[in-house]
Every structure is written in C-alpha cells, then in structure tokens.
C-alpha cells in the first residue's frame, strides 16, 4: 500500500516570512494530493490540492508543486500570519473507479510567531 | 449548506463498555468514510462506504468494531467491548458523486477510554 512521509514534524517561522513543508509518497501510482490544516479541536480542512497531471498550483499565499519523479510534493505558504498557525498534513491517493483511500503523512505543526 | 455532522462531540467510557458514534454526511454525497485520528498523527481509514455498500474495510478491527450505513445515507461506528487503546478522536468525512476525490470532514468524535 501507499506509505507518506511528512517533514518536518515541527516548523516555526517569524510571521511574513515563508513556509515550507515535505511530503514523500512510495505508491508511483499515486494521482491525487491533497493538503488538509487542522486546528486545535477542530476538522481537518482542505486547503489545497494537485493531481499529478500538473507540477504547481497556486491560490493567493498558498502553493503547492509535484515532482512525479522523485514521488515528493511541497506545501509553500508565503507571507505567513498567526492565524496560518496549525497542524498541516500532506495526503497521496490513487484514485481509479471506485479506489479512492487517502494515505496521510504524520503532520507538522508549524507555528507563526508574531 | 451543512457539512458533515458528527455526533457525539466527546465520549468517556470505561473500558469494556460499548460505544456508539453517528455520521450524518454532506447532503447528495454517495461516499462516506470512517477514519481514527490518534492524538499527533494523521488519519486512518477505518472503513469506507459507496452507497450503502462497504466498499473497503481492510483495516477495519472486526473482532470488535463495526459499522452500518443502512439507506446509504447516515452511518454509525460502533465498537464493542472498548479497550484503552480505542482513544481517539474518530473522524467522519464524505465526498460528492462519482469521481469526486475531495474529502470534506466533520468535527470528528474524541472518545476517551478509561
């Protein structure tokens, strides 16, 4: 089955400045990644997403690149505020017909300091 | 409109006692999945539903877990007897027709087990 690696565990940055966290995927198959935060008590949300028919993908101050080769994806938030602060996690799927299970990394809690 | 709801929001038990939990999923989405979230990593799926159909539970404990999603709508995890090892926070998620890959989770169930 799919294993996802997720780095680092933890992240701090001073706020305004960027953002960057790792995720390795083993499955070469693997076609959809999503990226979740999740706050303190709550539901994991999604935030954004790529499907391994694009390398980048951008929405405001959040990116997300895929190399298919090497099986790594990057989550990059820019210009980092407080409330960017959360556990993200990075997810790997492949989805044909009706298979459709997201393997999740462990999560980073990064933390925006102001 | 409404996302997934969850309920209850908390459970404390003993252990050895059985233990319910209830899934309403986003309206019209036909997937609806089970995961358990262990306190600082990622989820897991527990069991994942088309319709009413239980399409994969692989990693489903079924010596003491199972789970139900009768009119392919609402489901319910249960698990019986308890053991300590059960805390987690139990997460409900559900995705949209055919094809959807989106994962929308609700605010998941924290059982404590003691």
């Known amino acids: 089955g799919e294993n996802v690696e997720q780095h680092p565990s933890t992240l701090s940055v001073q706020e305004g400045d960027s953002a960057v966290i790792k995720c390795t995927y083993s499955?070469?198959?693997?076609?959809?990644f999503p990226w979740y935060k999740q706050e303190l008590g709550k539901r994991p949300q999604l935030i954004i997403d790529?499907?391994?028919?694009?390398g980048e993908k951008k929405d405001q101050r959040i990116a997300v690149t895929l190399n298919k080769t090497a099986k790594h994806f990057s989550l990059h938030i820019t210009e980092t505020q407080p409330e960017d602060s959360a556990v993200y996690f990075c997810?790997?799927?492949?989805?044909?017909?009706?298979?459709?299970?997201?393997?999740f990394g462990s999560g980073t809690q990064l933390t925006v300091l102001p | 409109e409404a996302g997934v709801v969850q309920s209850p929001r908390y459970k404390i038990i003993e252990k050895k006692q059985p233990v319910a939990f209830w899934c309403n999923p986003i309206?019209?989405?036909?997937?609806l999945y089970w995961y358990r979230q262990n306190l600082g990593q990622g989820p897991e799926l527990l069991i994942r539903?088309?319709?009413?159909?239980?399409?994969?539970d692989s990693q489903l404990p079924k010596d003491r877990f199972s789970a139900e999603r009768l009119k392919g709508v609402d489901s319910t995890l249960k698990i019986q007897p308890a053991e300590l090892g059960d805390s987690a926070v139990y997460l409900c998620?559900?995705?949209?027709?055919?094809?959807?890959?989106?994962?929308?989770f609700g605010p998941g169930t924290r059982l404590t087990v003691l």
């Open positions: 539903y088309e319709n009413e159909e239980a399409v994969d």
């Open positions: 309206s019209g989405h036909n997937t």
């Open positions: 499955d070469s198959a693997s076609n959809y």
């Open positions: 998620a559900s995705s949209g027709a055919s094809g959807s890959l989106t994962q929308y």
């Open positions: 997810a790997a799927t492949f989805s044909s017909g009706s298979a459709r299970q997201l393997t």
């Open positions: 790529i499907r391994s028919n694009v």
